[in-house]
Nanobody
Framework: QVQLVESGGGLVQAGGSLRLSCAASGRTVSSYAMGWFRQAPGKERESVASISWDGSTTRYTDSVKGRLTISRDNAKNTVYLQMNSLKAEDTAVYYC????????????????????WGQGTLVTVSS
């Protein structure tokens, strides 16, 4: 059973940067696609980015393209979300999740394909 723990959230000014980490334990996630999602206060959960098992393919929602970058280090069993040029509208709880698909399968950005979820880390961007 894999567990995911996010870290790295906090308070940052608009235009600033943060790097979120998602550490997996219990088993390796090196064969899983991974994703980042977020939920702002009073809003529905939103997809942010996903990455294939080997890091060769990534997908982003349009609103974060060019500002947020997903990456992974399978040796460390960890996935990252580098967040640059942050905006007030990026304020949300950020969750990482794992899609336990076969390696090489289609990379999804839709949360319904992701089965294992972390508890989330809060990112607050002040304007």
């Amino acid at each position: 059973q894999v567990q995911l723990v996010e870290s790295g959230g906090g308070l940052v000014q608009a235009g600033g940067s943060l790097r979120l980490s998602c550490a997996a334990s219990g088993r390796t996630v090196s064969s899983y696609a991974m994703g980042w999602f977020r939920q702002a206060p009073g809003k529905e959960r939103e997809s942010v980015a996903s990455i294939s098992w080997d890091g060769s393919t990534t997908r982003y929602t349009d609103s974060v393209k060019g500002r947020l970058t997903i990456s992974r280090d399978n040796a460390k069993n960890t996935v990252y979300l580098q967040m640059n040029s942050l905006k007030a509208e990026d304020t949300a709880v950020y969750y990482c999740a794992a899609d336990r698909q076969l390696a090489g399968s289609t990379l999804y950005l839709d949360a319904k394909y992701f089965e294992v979820w972390g508890q989330g880390t809060l990112v607050t961007v002040s304007s």
